[in-house]
Structures are given as C-alpha cells and as structure tokens.
C-alpha cells in the first residue's frame, strides 16, 4: 500500500510539472549566465541556453531570433555556438548568413549612438520539440564600465527548468550582492585565483503576463550585485565625467537670458525652460548600460537636438544655472533597489532636476515632457539621489508622503431642457494641476469630464492655489444636458479627471496571480444634490453600497431627501500595491465603482 500511495503522489507531481510545461509555448531547459572581472579590468560576460519549443507559435512569434546588443567602441561579441537539436535528434547548425549586425530600435536616428550595435541570430532548423542552443560572450574592455554590476531578473517569458549565475571576481576584491522576492545563498568557492559565487535556482515560473503589474518589475526575483566597495566609489566615477562640468554655448546663454527677461518669477522661468528642453529636443531611451554609464554633454545634446533623459536633465541643469536658478539633477532610484552598500549604478532607473526656489519650496520636474505638477507628489516609494560632483559623498532629498485626493461637491437643477448650478472643486497631492492653473487659470475648466464639458462652465472663482492644494467653484450651465434613447434620457454624473476613472480599469478578469500597481493612493469623493422638474420622472432606483475590505474602500449611494436627490460616490485605497490575496476585494470595489448603473441617471 505505501509503495501505491508513494508511486500515486510522484505521478500527481509529475503530471502537475507536465501540465504547467503544457500550458507553455516553450520552456528553458537550462540557462547559464556567467560575470568574471579579470585582475587587468577587463569583464567578460558568458551567457548559453537551451531553449525547448512547444508550440508553433514559439518559433513563429515568440523565440525565432535571439538579439544580443553590444557597444562596438568598447566591447565585442563571439558566438561560441548556436545550432538546434530537432525533434527527432538532427542537428542543424545554425548558418553564417543567419547572423545579421543591425542598429537596435532606440538607437534609430540617433547618430551619437550608431555604434550600439545588434546581433540578429536568426534560429533554424526550428519545429514543435526542437531544441535551441545558444552559447556566446560578450567582452568589455578595461574602463568601459566603474566596475562590474548587474540587475538580474531571474524569471524569464517561459519557464526555466534550471538557471545558474555565476560571478568571478579577484580574491582581493568582495562582492556586494542582494537577492529580492526569492532566497537562495550562493555557494563560494576559489578557482584559478578568483573568488567564484554561484547561485542555482530551478523550476522558476515564467513572468506573468496580466496587466497593470508592479512597475519596474519590483515584484519579481532579482539579483543584484556590484565589484564596488560601495556607492560612494562608482557614484564620484558617475559624477565626475565632462557632461556634468555644465559647460554652456552663447546660443544657449541668450536662451537663458531671454527666458529671464520674459518670466521674472522663478519657477515659472524653469518650467519655461522645462518646455523648451523637452519638447524642442527628441527623447532619446539609451540605457546606459549601453553607454559605459557615459553622457554627452549639455552643448552636445544642445546642438544634436535630441538627448536621453540624463543629457537632457543636465541641459535643463545647466540653462537654470545661467539663469540663476538653484537646481540639482536627480537619479530616481525604487526604494527596494536603493542600497549605499552597494555600488550599482543600474539602479538609476530615471533622472529629474529638483529645483530648490527662494521661498524654500522643493520642486521637481521632468527634462522629457512638461509637468502640471511638482512630480514630488508621485515619489512616496522612490530614493532621489542628488547628483552633484561636488558632493565628498552621495546625498538623498527628503521625501514626505503626501496625500492625493479629490473632493467635489455640486448642486444642480435640471429641467428637460437646461441644466443649471454650480461645482465646488478640491484638488490634493498629484491630480492637483498646480503648474497648469498658475500659468493659465482657465485650465480648470478642462479638469471637469462626463456630463459636463468647458463648453458649460459659465464662470470660475479661484478660491485658493498653492502646489499642496487647489480651489475652484464653478458656475454651470449646460443646454440640452440629456441623451436621448427613444423615451428615456440619460444624464453621466461629472467626474474629475485625473482620478479612478481615467485609470481604465473597466474590465478585470476573475482571478490573478501578481499583484496589481494602481496609479495613485488616491482618496475620491462626489457629493451632488440635484433638483428636477415635475415632467420628469426618476428611474433610476435608490441604492446604497459600502464595501470596506483590505484593499480600501467604496461607498455609492443614491438617495431622495426633502424633495432632493442627494449622490454620494466616494472611493480610497489603503496602497498603491494590491497584493494577490487583496484582488478579489480590489475587483468588488472597482466593479461597483465602475458600473455604469451607479455613475448614470436615467429619466421618462
């Protein structure tokens, strides 16, 4: 009987591996990547893969071509071997004419970067249960990079039976590493004078493909690790390059003076250059590593018209300078990737400049896109590190949480005809159109969406305007206000924009299995009294929902008082993360939020 049982449990095993390997397109039998600093500098990265096909749609769409990206400056590429095992045991090695050297896709029409190049392998010999070998190196000379680092996220699009990492350093240096949202020690171990940490991991799922996932892959297994002592020793190697000496030309020196002359006051002189900068100059998406973690400098990117949003930052840093403006450029970095122990510079996942005005106010903006608000606001979960060459060691800015939130409130009479009162509005945090409305006050009639438009604001008052907080009440008038369906007519209560409505979470499957990122903390409440004449008649019935669970709360509610229809619609979250076993509460609360029966009046 026990043999029964155990041979009953191995087949349960088995035929669970079998049906998630059959649910896949493919599967990684094996992949090895392999770091190893040598004593003279130079790195060398080794990667292979054996990659087995399960369905058409893998070679077809999915894993046809593998793309290896390389700085030819610097660095060169050796295929050590590629050629696929068919399924019925044939090799066939992969041709010559098979590998094809192109200009990566972001690099396209950027000439200071046409010396990135691609390796397009092109796979043959490919069928339902072929195998796929890969095996290359990849060699970067002495000085391209501070020191050797990685990020690895260790899953990949199909499931991985077994993957290996393996780091090879000089004995006389330590390695700095982190593993994230998976545990595994590295074994340690001395070869050949170098100090060698292997790390194994096997059966790793593939990464999800649902949607609105954690930004930056923040909730996937990763390992980092650095050559460097710390931060302080790659960040004065980062610093300390030419792009960041700020260097000006005399085209961009009257620039500076013109804006100054135009726009006496300080911020909105910097946001007249924010436009300027970014929407004068192409955006340009060159990871640095890529680059050596090298830019180019504010003249160059000045005179080549386009720029990554690095060059970009030091541009907008080195016009304010002209300009008298205080501002330091920022490396904005996930709070769980951020480690002064560690000198990784693949953690600078964006930069910014953060303005520091006379009246002690902290402002920070883009160098790719203008802002409506201080981008402060949206960095609750991020580290800013200030980028200064004259700094003796690296420095954050202080964040403080701030709340985000939309307060509304309206009265309204309607007739069959017309549609009259007034909206008050409270804007809070980062739905708060702080730039937007100091420049142009009348920007806020395009903040109001659904039943109502800017076309049926009669008049606004600004009631207080401040980037912590806004103010406005609203005067509407609205001809014609309903939608006719033969003989019913319908009225969509307004909404703010920027809030859950513009999120398009609409439609949300059954069940998931990772968490889901919503785009703002955000607290959001309407309360509208309406009054309507006798010649119509309310269908929609009366309702009240409250729904309170983990992920936050939703209360809607539609109620007859004193001759009144009073609406309550209001929703929160208690984070911006909504974690597996929060998801069924997030659904109910987004689905009630979302129905069209409870944001809708219908008359006879």
């Keep these: 009987m026990k043999k029964i049982i155990i041979a009953i449990v191995c087949l349960s095993i088995f035929g669970i591996s079998f049906a998630q390997t059959e649910k896949a397109d493919a599967e990684y039998l094996n992949i090895q990547k392999e770091y190893t600093l040598h004593e003279d500098g130079n790195i060398d990265f080794h990667y292979s893969k054996e990659l087995k096909l399960l369905s058409h749609y893998a070679f077809h769409r999915l894993y046809g071509e593998t793309f290896i990206i390389t700085n030819t400056d610097f660095q060169t590429l050796k295929i050590n071997e590629a050629y696929t095992i068919m399924a019925d045991g044939k090799k066939v090695v992969t041709p010559n004419n098979a590998f094809n050297e192109v200009l990566p896709r972001f690099a396209n029409n950027a000439p200071a970067y046409n010396h990135i190049r691609e390796m397009v392998v092109t796979h043959t010999g490919l069928e339902v249960g072929a195998v796929i070998h890969l095996d290359y190196t990849i060699h970067s000379a002495k000085g391209f990079y501070p020191a050797l680092m990685a ?48 790390w194994t991991f096997s059966d790793m799922a593939a990464n999800s493909k649902e949607s609105h996932q954690v930004s930056g892959h923040l909730n996937d297994p990763r390992l980092l690790f650095s050559s460097a002592e710390d931060l302080n020793s790659v960040y ?34 910097a946001l007249a250059f924010q436009k300027i900068v970014s929407n004068n100059l192409d955006n340009l998406n060159i990871p640095l590593e890529y680059t050596g973690f090298i830019c180019r400098t504010p003249i160059e990117t000045w005179n080549s018209n386009q720029g990554t949003e690095l060059e970009k930052a030091l541009l907008l840093k080195s ?30 996942q964006k930069f910014a400049v953060m303005l520091e005005l006379d009246n002690d106010d902290k402002v920070l903006i883009s160098s790719n896109h203008t802002d409506a608000q201080n981008q402060l606001f949206n960095m609750a979960d991020q580290s800013l590190l200030k980028l200064d060459p004259n700094l003796k060691s690296p420095a954050l800015f202080s964040i403080d949480k701030e ?59 600004q009631v207080q305007l401040s980037q912590d907080i806004s103010r406005s009440l609203l005067e509407i008038k609205k001809e014609e206000p309903f939608k006719k369906l033969h003989n019913y007519l319908s009225f969509e209560l307004p909404y703010v924009k920027g809030g859950v409505y513009d999120w398009h979470f609409n439609v949300l499957t059954a069940d998931r299995t990772s968490a889901i990122e919503i785009p703002e903390n955000i607290h959001e409440k309407y309360v509208y009294t309406l009054t309507f004449s006798d010649d119509l008649k309310l269908v929609s019935e009366p309702i009240n929902i409250e729904i309170k669970n983990d992920a936050g709360h939703v209360h809607i509610q539609f109620e007859k008082s004193d001759g009144k229809l009073v609406i309550t619609r209001e929703i929160e979250f208690t984070g911006k993360i909504i974690n597996v076993n929060m998801y069924e509460g997030f659904k ?8 069209i029966n409870y944001s809708k009046l219908i008359f006879k």
Excluded: C
């Design 151 to 198: 990020d690895e996220l260790l899953n990949e699009s199909s499931p991985v039976k077994q993957l290996e990492v393996k780091v090879r350093i000089p004995e006389s240096k330590n390695l700095q590493f982190a593993l994230l949202n998976i545990e595994g020690d590295p074994t340690i171990s001395n070869e050949n004078g170098q100090k060698v940490y292997t």
């Design 236 to 269: 004065h190697t980062f610093v300390g390059q030419l792009a960041f000496q700020l260097e000006t030309n005399a085209q961009m020196d009257a620039l500076a003076e013109k804006v100054m002359t135009e726009n006496p006051d300080q911020l909105l002189a």
């Design 319 to 348: 016009l304010l300078n002209k300009a008298h403006i205080p501002a330091t450029p920022v490396a904005i970095i996930p709070d769980p990737l951020f480690d002064t122990q560690m000198g990784n510079l693949l953690n600078f």
């Design 403 to 461: 709340s985000t939130q939309i307060l509304t409130k309206g009265t309204f009479n309607i007739n069959d005809s017309r549609l009259s009162g007034d909206l008050s509005l409270e804007l809070e945090g980062v739905v708060n159109p702080y730039f937007s409305l100091m420049k142009d006050a009348t920007a806020i009639k395009s903040i109001v969406k659904g039943g109502i438009s800017s076309n049926d604001i009669e008049s606004f008052t």
């Design 588 to 595: 109910e609360i987004m689905d009630a939020w979302n129905n």
